[in-house]
């Protein structure tokens, strides 16, 4: 087993900053832990995740301060119950860009995440709205940090695909639950969607994964929604 000791005591259902009764997790399975990181939670580095993961090395999450025990991570199989959702993050680096009036004919898509591509901005969220007239919108999400060099090569695109121009939306945030469970459980991503309609929040794009579910939102009902979901989903409750 390798230790990592760190400034927290283990790895929790969400940021206990944000709810009072998060809980530390007892195992988490090393695909959740890399998806808890990517989307949010900040407890490991993704690299040490990944590694850990490709050697079959088992890592105990604990904290400098404290001989506490901590939170394994470990393969799935050896997880002694797979929970549906183990846990709640929230991203509030991110930015949605939206391509107004793209034609819609073949390539042209293409033609608006190649140069993203080659300027090494790595494109999170997209959804391509029905075409209407021939035009549809092309709507994408990006880091904070690549925010203005995404936004001016899609404004550098504009006049050669004729499109109407682009806007940018900085006021965004993620919302993500993860779990290993969800890949044999029906219904969760309705679950989550049903619990953030009854706490008039509303959902931009969404994206998943087997084993996780995101919503943009905006940025304003970022902390809500981690507490409607993390209580939504039980996650402060002892495991049992």
């Known amino acids: 087993v390798c230790e990592i000791c760190t400034d927290v005591d283990g790895v929790y259902t969400t940021d206990p900053g944000v709810c009072s ?21 900040k407890v490991l580095q993704i690299r040490s995740v990944e590694l850990a993961m490709k050697h079959r090395m088992p890592l105990h999450v604990r904290s400098s301060f404290s001989k506490e025990e901590g939170t394994i991570v470990t393969d799935e199989e050896h997880l002694l119950e797979k929970v549906i959702v183990a846990g709640v993050a929230a991203d509030k680096n991110t930015v949605k860009l939206t391509v107004r009036a793209l034609p819609d004919h073949p390539g042209v898509v293409a033609s608006v995440f190649e140069p993203l591509a080659e300027a090494s901005i790595s494109v999170d969220m997209i959804i391509q709205n029905v075409s209407k007239a021939g035009h549809t919108d092309l709507t994408f999400t990006v880091s904070r940090e690549d925010a203005d060099r995404a936004e001016e090569v899609a404004k550098e695109l504009v006049a050669s695909v004729n499109a109407e121009g682009v806007v940018r939306d900085d006021a965004v945030a993620k919302v993500s639950i993860v779990g290993v469970g969800m890949r044999n459980h029906a219904g969760t991503a309705a679950r989550m969607f049903r619990l953030l309609a009854d706490n008039s929040i509303n959902i931009q794009a969404i994206s998943t994964s087997e084993i996780k579910t995101s919503c943009l939102i905006g940025a304003d009902h970022a902390d809500r929604a981690v507490k409607v979901l993390h209580d939504g989903f039980a996650l402060g409750e002892p495991a049992t």
């Open 21 to 41: 009764n998060a809980r530390k997790s007892k195992c988490i399975s090393y695909e959740e832990m890399l998806e808890l990181s990517s989307q949010g939670a």
